[in-house]
């Protein structure tokens, strides 16, 4: 697992929010009393996107629901670059249940793709978890 560094703290945050990685995706990901605990689906998913560029394989799976959760989640394919993310749409969550509509751009092989999903989260005991994606946000 790639573990962030003190330039990726004071880098932008990898999610595209504008915000300082430590002040943002950071303070889910570092372990500290925040980790884990992202208030909304959408600030879960952002934090997960971050996860994903920055390889932190055990956040993504402790942050995924155990009903849908995977029991690994492979190393990326070599070469892979996330390359950014657009919220398209994060309405307020009810009390236990939310979703969040993304597009989120990498290039692999020399080619750009492009990840579009709404996704589904639920929440258990206080904390958000990704459950699943629900269908393509096309």
Known sequence: MAKPTSSTASSACPCGSGLPYSACCGRYHDGGAAAGQAPTP??????????????????????????????????????????????????????????????????IGGRAHRLEENSEFVREAGRWYYVKALADAS
């Open 42 to 107: 959408e600030a879960l998913m952002r934090s997960r996107y971050s996860a994903f560029v920055l390889d932190l394989r055990p956040y993504l799976l402790a942050t995924w629901h155990a009903s849908t959760r995977p029991g690994e989640i492979e190393p990326p394919e070599p070469g892979l670059k996330w390359l950014g993310l657009e919220v398209r749409q994060a309405p307020a969550p009810a009390e236990s249940s939310g979703q969040v509509a993304f597009v989120a751009r990498y290039k």
